[in-house]
């Protein structure tokens, strides 16, 4: 198992001083390789997951294990990646990429060499020496992935990473990430509001309720390409899936 | 700008960017140019205004009588001597005040217990006037140049102190997480996140202390001393020698544009990778 959440409560302080409960007991269990997305309604508590995962903060209860080792604080198991893609401007896209290699002791040869490879890996070769400010959304995301891959962690954690793209650089990264992801077997969280997206690039949906967030269902996708959107996208059966989640989320209610 | 006929991007881009490049020489010369001409103007006014309508010299002398008193300066009192060393203080100054609040904004920044506890008396200090402690300075120390290389170091270390620690608040919270969930140490935090995302602030509070840091020396060398531009004002409008304070002015001035400058050209290089606004 690399990733378990066992009955993770997180209340949090708000500054009038009232307890915040951001998620309740929620259980669940991400195996190795395996691509999972969470979706749920907005301030239920997905970023939270994510921040445990990290080790940014310490559930209030429970606890969460990676690869079977309780999370006590970041580690270098755990390689996540927000909606913005947190590059340094400062930085050329290279040594963007090294920044994570930089607290390990990596020499300097093999961070290069290895940022290098991730930039090939993500479709960026030759952009190297450009600084953030020169490229396009798309192509800083997935700068962002190659330096979330070049630490190589166990599990890659995704908050939304495409939510701020246009509609079509979106599918096409969807697929470049998809393509990636499975091809460096990392196991995955992916974190999102689109439900189409989540269909389209997991293994396995997680739904949660209206804060304090709970997982009220599990949604198996049994549909083959996810590693290739695209493809799958042309599959009759997503909005099926699509639609059994809208339910679970019970949107129409809401809409009244 | 839209264009019907399809153009090969390679062949279309280079000629274009000719084109800006040499549209954006044009009005960068034509600026110059209107600015030089209004010099012209001003000088020319100034020359030729006050005696048409009577002013007397030594209330505003001419031009060419400040050229003439700027030789007399030269040969009869050490002008030379002078200016270096109010441009030496004037460094001097900007480089420890500069260099103090610089350090004193990091430390405060990366300390919210010692920020919450000092603000109130930085705000106080920083509302005072600082060239008032002149006088005191030279009660304390004396007259050399020890009170105007205080006054300096007092009026410059605020501006920086206040922009460093306000960019040092500010920093991207989510910036410091991803560093954090990487496990680099708090040091490393500091110096690969914190440090270059105030870098902005720090150049913005550097430019306006270096134009501070001349009034900082003038005023002490006003208040006490007999070296420097500051002085020679004193003792040119002692003299009602008007033509005298007119030229340390504009010396003064010339200092504090070159000071200006070089911290403008350090800036460009060091913000290098922000973006540059088009057109
Ligand atoms: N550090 C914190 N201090 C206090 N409250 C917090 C903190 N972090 C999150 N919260 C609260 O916890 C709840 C869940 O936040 P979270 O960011 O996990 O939601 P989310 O599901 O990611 O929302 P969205 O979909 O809008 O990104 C929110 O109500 C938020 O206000
Ligand atoms: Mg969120």
Known sequence: ?256 | MTQATPVPAGAQAPARKERQGKAAMAATHSTLFASLALLVLVLLAWEFLPPALGVPKFIIPTVSDCIVELQRMWTQESLLAHTFSTALYTVLGFAIGSLLGAAIGYVLGMSEFWEKVLSPYILALQIAPKVAFAPLFIMWFGYNSMPKLLVTVLIVFFPVLVNVLQAMKTVDRDLINLARAYNLSRWRIFRKVEMPSTMPSLMAGLRIASTLAVIGVTVGELVGGNTGLGFLISYGGGQANAAMVFNAIVLLTVIGFVLYSALARVEARVLHYLPKAQG
């Not at chain 1, 077997?185 to 269909?199: N, P």
């Not at chain 1, 083959?224 to 339910?247: C, K, N, W």
Request: with cysteine; hydrophobic share 40%.
């Open chain 1, 1 to 256: 198992m690399a990733l378990e959440f066992r009955s993770v409560t997180k209340e949090f302080l708000t500054r009038s001083g009232e307890v915040l409960t951001a998620v309740s007991d929620v259980s669940f269990v991400v195996n190795e390789g395996e691509f999972v997305s969470v979706v749920g309604p907005s301030g239920c508590g997905k970023s939270t997951l994510l921040s445990m995962t990290a080790g940014l903060y310490q559930p209030t209860q429970g606890e969460v294990l990676v690869s079977g080792e309780v999370v006590r604080g970041p580690n270098g198991h755990v390689g996540f990646m927000l909606q913005k893609d947190l590059l340094l401007p400062w930085r050329n896209i290279v040594s963007n990429v090294e920044f994570g290699l930089e607290a390990r002791g990596v020499p300097a040869a093999d961070r290069r060499r290895r940022a290098m490879a991730e930039l090939e890996r993500c479709h960026l070769a030759g952009f190297e020496n450009h600084f953030p400010y020169q490229l396009s959304g798309g192509m800083r995301q997935r700068a962002a992935l190659a330096r979330t891959l070049a630490i190589e962690p166990e599990i890659v954690l995704l908050d939304e990473p495409f939510s701020a793209l246009d509609a079509q650089t979106k599918l096409l990264l969807q697929n470049s990430f998809a393509g990636t992801i499975a091809e460096s077997r990392k196991t995955t969280l992916l974190i999102t509001h689109d439900l189409a997206e989540a269909v389209l690039m997991s293994d396995r949906i997680l739904v949660l309720s209206e804060r304090p967030g709970r997982v009220v269902a599990e949604i198996v996708v049994d549909l083959p390409h996810r590693d290739e959107p695209l493809r799958r996208r042309t599959m009759p059966e997503v909005s099926d899936y699509a639609g059994q989640i809208f339910r679970h989320l019970k949107l129409e209610e809401k809409a009244i």
